[in-house]
């Protein structure tokens, strides 16, 4: 059974007297340790469709399910929940606060969650070791570099241990080397973690990573392609470093 269902899924926005409908009856599947990537224009239904699948908004109609749970019925506390024990969030914008260290940035969503402060503490720490920032702990956003704020967030997204983590525009303010760093750390959760992971990108270099690239046109699917063969970001990555040599 597939982790995420969409069925004629319909959004519509009311903007004054104007409605306007971002998605047109999308359905869906994505099984359980799936890389899927989401590509289109601005103003193609992506960014809505991340925002349903990640529970942050609901379908005007049609039906969502999450782990067979029919999302769109539920009250805001599930959602809250949910989004809480299942899902990992990482932006473009990185979204860290500024006057606070890598490792309580990342304890946030445990803090939420209502985990003891020493646990808190050692999740954290492993989450940023796990994505290479041993050592920067205590260092706040404004002492690392682009591409190590973004793995704080990736590490954040990580401490609830998710099935899925939503990624909207990850790489979109790294330049190229960063952003196969950042890539390769996806793929390891995803190949050896079997998380799930969704990626809005308008970067093809970036969902060549994917396993499955959805195309979205005027809030509908116009192309579901699977990608023969993702490039490695690892086998890139150590390109890189045999070429400086």
Do not use: W
Request: aromatic residues 4%; hydrophobic residues 40%.
């Amino acid at each position: 059974m597939a982790t995420i269902e969409l069925e004629n899924v319909v959004k519509r926005y009311c903007m004054g007297d104007v409605t306007v409908t971002a998605l047109r009856g999308v359905s869906l599947g994505i099984a359980q340790g799936e890389f899927t990537a989401i590509m289109g224009a601005s103003g193609s239904g992506k960014s809505t469709l991340m925002n349903i699948l990640g529970c942050l908004d609901r379908p005007s109609s049609g039906i969502y399910r999450l782990d067979g749970e029919r999302v769109g019925e539920l009250d805001r506390d599930r959602l809250a929940e949910i989004r809480n024990q299942k899902i990992g969030f990482v932006f473009q914008s990185f979204n860290l606060l500024a006057r606070t260290s890598a490792l309580e940035n990342v304890e946030l969503p445990m803090l939420y969650a209502g985990v003891p402060a020493e646990e808190r503490r050692r999740r954290a720490a492993a989450a940023l070791q796990a994505v290479g920032l041993a050592g920067r702990e205590h260092h706040y956003p404004n002492q690392l570099s682009g591409g190590q704020q973004q793995r704080v967030a990736i590490a954040r997204s990580l401490v609830n241990r998710p099935r899925i983590i939503m990624a909207d525009e990850p790489t979109g303010a790294l330049d190229s080397a960063t952003s196969i760093e950042v890539m390769a750390i996806f793929q390891k959760l995803n190949r050896e973690q079997g998380i799930t992971l969704v990626l809005v990108t308008h970067e093809p270099d970036i969902a060549a990573y994917a396993d499955r690239v959805l195309h979205f046109r005027d809030g509908r699917i116009v192309q579901d392609e699977r990608v023969a063969a993702p490039r490695v970001a690892a086998r890139e990555l150590s390109g890189r470093e045999e070429a400086a040599a």
